[in-house]
């Protein structure tokens, strides 16, 4: 009887089990959604259904992939090749204050309003369009090194970065073929010597790491590894030591080393820059020894700038020979002696002279012309031991400062011969004219803003 009762116990359990595995999904009962067991021996039938009631939510398809270019969708293997490069070093980039990287997407690289920055050309004897130049200038990105990037364009030949964050070192330029331009001023150039790497690039025609943090001494490579340079800046740095002695073989025309350290003599090679050299800055650094007769030889300069040194002597006669010269500027030096008549001509008749600036020197006196370009605005005196001229010394300082002068037995060469002819010198008064309005473009000048 009492197995008869079991039996009707079974099948009673197993029409419910069967009832409630309907109502789940296709999936079927697990073992913790269902137990069953038989005992005997006092045991009997144990059966468990358990579960939450409901089914279990299907985990979420995956993310299908970005979309990524592939090389048939680029017009050539070139523009593909700058594309991986282009979008390795987006990733790299920390601060985008514009928001330039964010047109650097898709495969119109040569696009007008896509890739901002990027400009493509056919390099020499090449059909296929690529990335030829670079232009960030302004852009305030910012990124640990440009290594990579800008070597990693095998086409390049201009790269301009001014005013950007860009750390780390040079980039080895050695393999870009094209390559002519570097401007990698005002940025965050991790503090090193002079990067040499920059002397590889052959065809160079424009150097520009100013405002950085580059050290020590320039090496004589710049002055003779670059045969068509037209421009080297390396203001606004720490570069310290003296000058290199090859300084004039370079054909520069545009040489600002303003804003450094350097010290001992402007070197007398400079004279052999003297067709080429069109605008040179020594400004504040801490050059010393006799002002340079060498430097009257600068021909076809339109800007001398040697102010604050500490430059000494008498000005030599060659100066009245700085026909072209525009911008002299000679100031808070240790100049003394006689300001000479055919200097101060070049203002008048004798050349192109728009500004004379001798301030802050320990001149005793002025010739006959001179006082005439004080009251036209074109000399400036102030600060010096000139009888009757304004703004000058006291009595005192100035006999201290000849009184030193004899005591250390230091003396300069007094030049009386200048080396060119006086006569033909004549530019009439609209090309002074249009030399003073043209006073905010010297290029050198300009390069002393970041």
Known sequence: MAGARRVALLCF???CIASAARTTDARGPDRKDLGVSIGNGGGGVSIGIGGSGWPKPMPPPP???PWEPRRCDFENERLYRAYLVIQKFKKTVICDPQNIAGSWSGTDICGTSSYKGFYCDRPYKVTDRTVASVDFNGYGLQADSVQGFVDGLPDLALFHANSNN?????????SLQYFYELDLSNNKLAPAAFPLEVLAITNATFIDIRFNSFYGELPAGLFSSFPVIEAIFVNNNQFSGPLPDNLGDSPVNYLSLANNKFTGPIPASIARAGDTLLEVLFLNNRLSGCIPYELGLLGKATVIDAGTNMLTGTIPASYACLRSVEQLNLADNLLYGVVPDALCQLASSGGRLVNLTLSGNYFTWLGACCWDLINEGKLNVDRNCIPWAPNQRSHEECARFFFRKIESHATCPISVHAPCESSGWGYDADEQADAAAE?????????LQP
């Not at 860009?166 to 050695?174: D, H, I, M, R, T």
């Not at 006073?439 to 390069?447: D, G, I, P, Q, V």
């Open 63 to 65: 993310k299908p992939k």
């Open 439 to 447: 006073e905010n473009k010297y290029r050198t000048y300009s390069a």
């Open 166 to 174: 860009f750390g780390g070192a040079v980039p080895n330029l050695k």
């Open 13 to 15: 359990l197993v029409s």
